[in-house]
């Protein structure tokens, strides 16, 4: 079975930073591309960022110059530093991973998603 685990939400000032985590456990062969997309109520999930295993990134422009994504390809994890943060930025923050995970003897191609991590940017 494989595994998102996200660490690093909470509240924070507009203004301020904060770091997420997200690292990925299990029978994982290899992960494609690793990523970061957010839901406020009632609203789709949207993309945040993503970066590929040799680190190429794409950014929503809503974040682009604020929020950098970064992974660790020997620890399956994935990061998001998050700076100048505003109130627009609270959100549940959604760790993603497009990977083969390992079935046996067959590599199996899966999207999984962490159960998420609340960010609230507030005064």
């Known amino acids: 079975q494989v595994q998102l685990v996200e660490s690093g939400g909470g509240l924070v000032q507009p203004g301020g930073s904060l770091k997420l985590s997200c690292k990925g456990s299990g029978n994982i062969f290899s992960i494609k591309i690793m990523g970061w997309y957010r839901q406020t109520p009632g609203n789709q999930r949207e993309l945040v960022a993503t970066?590929?295993?040799?680190?190429?990134?794409n950014y929503a422009d809503s974040v682009k110059g604020r929020f950098t994504i970064s992974r660790d390809n020997a620890k399956n994890a994935v990061y998001l530093q998050m700076d100048s943060l505003e109130p627009e930025d609270t959100a549940v923050y959604y760790c993603?991973?497009?990977?083969?995970?390992?079935?046996?003897?067959?590599?199996?191609?899966?999207?999984?998603w962490g159960e998420g991590t609340l960010v609230t940017v507030s005064a």
């Open positions: 970066i590929t295993t040799s680190g190429a990134t």
């Open positions: 993603y991973a497009d990977l083969l995970r390992t079935n046996g003897d067959i590599l199996e191609n899966m999207d999984y």
